[in-house]
């Protein structure tokens, strides 16, 4: 007999790996678990996806992954300019806003993506992101500050604050619910990485 495919049982699914891919990761969770979160037969999710890969994909799109990557790009160079143009500038303004919102608004999908994509094309998406992160802030430290000199220790320094930012992203997402607290983690770990990162440029111009 044909089965009849429903599209409620197909978003189901997908929510359900959605969680258990951002709790346990993309290797940790089964089919059968994903079954179970979904309240619906083992047999059922094969209907809709051959295998868990396929399910990865529909949850983690390439399109995602795109807009995702292009809001960051937008996110820090709206802090350059903020930094540049007013420090009254709010975290929720303009592009950091839009990232943020984004962000709530995707969490899992952005856990899944930075932190829980082990054996998927993605696995290596979280290093990259913060070598493109350290690339683009360089770029904007020459425009900003030419006089100083992008030396192995201060790009090796940068790489590792971006690296450290990147994963108080993903636990202040995996930690609060709340879209105000979330908003307010982000306020201040933002706060805290810019005013390093300007720090280390201040110690790199002292260098000469």
Known sequence: ????????????????????????????????????EANIATGNVYTYYPNKMTLYKAVITPEFVEEFSRLTRNRINAFA???????????????????????????LKVIILLARSAGTEY???????VQDMTTQAIELICEQSPQVEISPLLRFMLEKAL???????????EHF???????KAFAAGTAYHLGGIAALIGWADRQK
């Open 1 to 36: 007999m044909v089965q009849i495919r429903k599209e409620t049982v197909r978003v189901r699914i997908e929510i359900a790996a959605e969680a258990l891919f951002a709790q346990s990761g993309f290797r940790k969770a089964t089919i059968k678990a994903i079954a179970q």
């Open 81 to 107: 300019l903020s930094q540049s143009n007013s420090h009254t500038h709010s975290y929720m303004e303009d592009e950091a806003g839009e990232f943020l919102h984004f962000l709530i608004e995707n969490k």
């Open 123 to 129: 696995e290596d998406f979280g290093r990259k992101y």
């Open 163 to 173: 690296a450290d930012s990147v994963r108080g992203m993903v636990s202040s997402l």
């Open 177 to 183: 619910k709340d879209e105000e607290l979330i908003l």
